[in-house]
Nanobody, 115 residues
Framework: QVQLVESGGGLVQPGGSLRLSCAAS????????MGWYRQAPGKQRELVAV???????NYADSVKGRFTISGDNAKNTVYLQMNSLKSEDTAVYYC?????????WGQGTQVTVSS
């Protein structure tokens, strides 16, 4: 089992920044990749960014150049730095931990971009 606890969401104005954190605990030794997904009202959940255990990253086209995913192995924590936020980034953001056999999800944290 893997437990994920997210933090860092909130209300920010367009053009602003936020940093999300996701702390993992439990059977973390078998995690292959961790990522951030988001789900806006009335839309499907979509991948935002992912980082593998070897440090490879991948981003959705809509966030490239604005968002950065990183990991701190000592703290078992993954971060999502979000800059130049837009109203269309408004969503619930979920942390994901991927193992070969299964996936785990955090509870979600709301990000609202509005003036």
């Amino acid at each position: 089992q893997v437990q994920l606890v997210e933090s860092g969401g909130g209300l920010v104005q367009p053009g602003g920044s936020l940093r999300l954190s996701c702390a993992a605990s439990g059977s973390i030794f078998s995690i292959y990749a961790m990522g951030w997904y988001r789900q806006a009202p009335g839309k499907q959940r979509e991948l935002v960014a992912v980082i593998t255990s070897s440090g490879r990253t991948n981003y959705a086209d809509s966030v490239k150049g604005r968002f950065t995913i990183s990991g701190d192995n000592a703290k078992n924590t993954v971060y999502l730095q979000m800059n130049s936020l837009k109203s269309e980034d408004t969503a619930v953001y979920y942390c994901n931990a991927h193992r070969i056999t299964d996936d785990y999800w955090g509870q979600g944290t709301q990000v609202t971009v509005s003036s």
